[in-house]
């Protein structure tokens, strides 16, 4: 069998897999539970071997004894308010993003909030986060984020997007921001990324000083 016909196969199989598991979903029985994590595993084994996954970085955990860890704000129902239901794209959206610097306790709070057409039947849950310094255009070091999250590609762009919301934390950020506590354009700036690849232009902000 071609590798054409290889890919094409395992393209159709991911298609029905993520049918079904939204379907078993919306049933929401609890008898189904074993059924749903069956046919999870089957798409992430099947879509890793189809896309494998290469995002730049250190992976960020949900971790809170770690130094740089990240926290899900609770689900916000999906919206079809954004002006886009009428021209849904399948281009990623940039996400929205804010940072704040506490020079008392050395800690870098990132705010970021992801907006994911529902079509991709990707969870709050299952998008990951990793963390790197690279030069900004003014030769200062810039804090990147990638969220990233592991699909082939929507069923169906629907125009509706689910608000998924996150804060990433950074304790002893000198150590992995150097030079954040002296005067300078001190950036982060956040990507999404899907496997296609799809990345979002990234959405670049200025850390600010910390009221507290």
Sequence with gaps: MSQEKVIQRL???ISKLLIETEDLADENLAEKENELKKHKLKIDIL???????????VRITKKTTKNIYYTIAPYIKPSNKLGLSNHPTDNLLAP????????KNERLTISIILFIDTGYAVRQDEVSFNYNNTI????EVQFNVYAYFNRPGPILITGNYN????????????NFFPNINTEGNKT????????DPRTSRGTKTTIQPSTE
């Excluded at 879509?47 to 970085?57: A, F, H, N, Q, W």
């Excluded at 929205?96 to 020079?103: G, Q």
């Excluded at 982060?188 to 496997?195: F, G, H, K, R």
């Design 163 to 174: 608000i998924y919301s996150y804060t990433i934390f950074v304790n002893n950020s000198q």
């Design 11 to 13: 393209k159709k199989s």
């Design 136 to 139: 900004n255009g003014v030769g």
């Design 96 to 103: 929205v993003t804010f940072a704040n610097y506490n020079a």
């Design 47 to 57: 879509i890793e071997k189809l896309y494998p996954l290469s995002v730049p970085g």
């Design 188 to 195: 982060v700036q956040v990507s999404l990324i899907n496997v």
